[in-house]
């Protein structure tokens, strides 16, 4: 199975979308690419947010997922959330809306992080990477239990 896990960006000076693609099997994971999407910040959102759907529909053909997950943003648009963060969000969607996916709160890969005693500096890929693991980890749980994920401890602190 083909997971792809996004960090959500609209792209800015200092944050772009970012994106992990893992393969699963009954007997391992592996964490084949980690790519960043890079975005024109100096453009205008919605022109930013159509250069993302293009990006995304080329990475869907390239990788040709068999399910996603993205980062979960609450509905409740306030100050610390910019509207086209939900935006960006949506366009991921339109991008793979056919295909079973799962959202991840940022607490359950910050939580994953602090019960493996990692140390962690925030990046866009590295994001994505976490949002794929929690992914992983709550659909593996349920279907062939988490011992699949022992060792991702040192995995994800060598990215950290």
């Not at 040709?64 to 991921?92: C, M, T």
Request: proline share 5%.
């Amino acid at each position: 199975m083909r997971l792809i896990s996004f960090d959500p960006s609209s792209g800015s000076a200092g944050s772009m979308p970012a994106l992990a693609v893992f393969e699963a099997d009954q007997d391992e994971i592996e964490l084949t690419h980690v790519v960043r999407l890079e975005l024109d910040h100096k453009k205008k959102p919605h022109i930013r947010l159509n250069q993302l759907l293009t990006l995304l529909l080329e990475v869907r053909e390239e990788y040709q997922p068999d399910w996603f997950a993205v980062e979960y943003i609450a509905p409740k648009i306030h100050r610390a959330v910019p509207v086209n963060l939900h935006r960006s969000v949506g366009v991921i969607q339109a991008a793979f809306g056919d295909l079973p996916f799962i959202e991840v709160k940022p607490q359950c890969w910050h939580r994953w992080l602090r019960l493996h005693n990692i140390s962690y500096t925030k990046s866009d890929e590295l994001d994505a990477v976490l949002i794929g693991v929690s992914a992983l980890e709550d659909k593996l749980n349920c279907t062939i239990g988490k011992e699949i994920l022992d060792g991702w401890e040192e995995e994800v602190a060598n990215k950290c």
